[in-house]
Nanobody, 116 residues
Framework: QVQLVESGGGLVQPGGSLRLSCAASGSIFRIERMGWYRQAPGKPRELVAQMSRAGGINYAESVKGRFTVSRDDAKNRMYLQMNSLKPEDTAVYYC??????????WGQGTQVTVSS
């Protein structure tokens, strides 16, 4: 089993920044991909940013140039640096991991609220 725990969410004013962190623990074998998703009230969950084992990084069009995803494999952590935040970025943000055995794991989510 793999456990994912997000942290770093909160309330921020428009134009501000937040850094989310995802700590992974448990039986972590090879990671096929790892990324961040978000879900706003009344909307489906959507991909925000994802890193693949091959080294590719994908971002949602709505966050390109503002968000940066990164990993620290030595610490089993993944980060999402969010800059120039907008009210439409308000959502619960989830960490997600897929192993090379194609098992999917999700964190419990962390709330990000962008409001003045």
């Amino acid at each position: 089993q793999v456990q994912l725990v997000e942290s770093g969410g909160g309330l921020v004013q428009p134009g501000g920044s937040l850094r989310l962190s995802c700590a992974a623990s448990g039986s972590i074998f090879r990671i096929e991909r790892m990324g961040w998703y978000r879900q706003a009230p009344g909307k489906p969950r959507e991909l925000v940013a994802q890193m693949s084992r091959a080294g590719g990084i994908n971002y949602a069009e709505s966050v390109k140039g503002r968000f940066t995803v990164s990993r620290d494999d030595a610490k089993n952590r993944m980060y999402l640096q969010m800059n120039s935040l907008k009210p439409e970025d308000t959502a619960v943000y989830y960490c997600q991991l897929t192993t090379t055995l194609w098992d999917d794991y999700w964190g419990q989510g962390t709330q990000v609220t962008v409001s003045s």
